[in-house]
Each structure stands twice: as structure tokens, then as C-alpha cells.
């Protein structure tokens, strides 16, 4: 009886440590990661099972090698960035952590063409307020059907983790809207 009780209370203390953990880690790269900004596309706005978020999808999601067949659907590798510009550009790809670049993130591989690679972010939702979100959802698509408004997400990363920072519609802060 008493082992019973001291796994539960170590079951409870394991459930509430990963979501901190998680929260904790995602405030890390909030506050310390690197930003990048990346031009966004538009997505099919209609997915009942998404909840109160937007989707985002990067518009720079694909890169060019000479070796695809070394790459399969679903791995994970490591996308070196070209930050020289505003916009962060794909500039290598690594199947390990590159050495002596900071400017990476990590990204698994969505589909393999006979040269190309296409990728999966790790962010692609931006969550906000509940009640905001099909307002918000509206500028959001109304923009990306407008080619003069300029439409991008700030990301931040750490060690390769990254996390959608700020959506921008016309280089304003999606939340200034809503103000």
C-alpha cells in the first residue's frame, strides 16, 4: 500500500514537471534565442480539429541539393540560415548540428523531389486569445491575399529549437490590431 502511494505521488509529480518543463523551456528562447524573420504564405483557413490558433506556413521551405536521395520523409535535420537580409533564407542543410554556425534551426524533412527538399517547421501555428483568434484570422488571411502587405513572423531560437515570436501583418504586430 505504501509503494502504491509513493508512485502515485512520484506519477504526479512526473505529470506536473513535463508541461513546466515545457513552458519553461519555450520562455528560455523567448527571452534568450536568436530572431529571425521569415515571409509567410497562405494556408487552407478551414481545419475543425486546429482549435483557437492561426497556421502559418514559411514561404521559404524548400532548398536545393544535389544529393536528395540521401534524405527521407520525416527525418530530422538541421537548416543552416542566411540571415544577410531582413528575411532569414535556407542556406545548407545537415543531417547533424553544423559546427561554428549559431544561425541554425531544426526542421524535419516533409518531402523529397528529385532535387529538392521540402521542410516541416517546427512552427507553423501561432496561438493567441481565444476570443481574438477569428478576427485575428481574418487580417491574418485578408493580408496574405493583399501582395503590398508585407506578412511575416518573427521567430526566435536556441540550440535549434524555434518558436514563433510575433506574427507581423504590414510590419505591425498582429496584437496592435486588436488595441
Known sequence: MRNRKLLLIVLIIVQLAVP???IAK??????????YFFKIAPVDPYDPFRGK????????????????KDYHSGE????????????????NVYKFEPEGSKDYIKASVRYVSISKLYFKFTFDRYFME???APKAEK???DALRDTLKNSYIEVNSKD????????????????????
Open 130 to 132: 481565444e476570443s481574438k
Open 53 to 68: 490558433y492561426l497556421t502559418i506556413r514559411v514561404l521559404e521551405e524548400s532548398i536545393t541539393v544535389d544529393n536528395s
Open 76 to 91: 530530422l535535420v538541421y537548416l543552416e540560415l542566411d540571415t544577410s537580409e531582413k528575411f532569414a533564407k535556407i542556406k
Open 139 to 141: 487580417i491574418y488571411f
Open 160 to 179: 535549434g529549437d524555434a518558436i514563433i515570436k510575433e506574427l507581423y501583418i504590414s510590419e505591425k504586430p498582429i496584437k496592435e490590431y486588436f488595441k
Open 26 to 35: 519555450y520562455e528560455h528562447i523567448l527571452n534568450e534565442g536568436k530572431s
Open 20 to 22: 513546466v518543463y515545457m
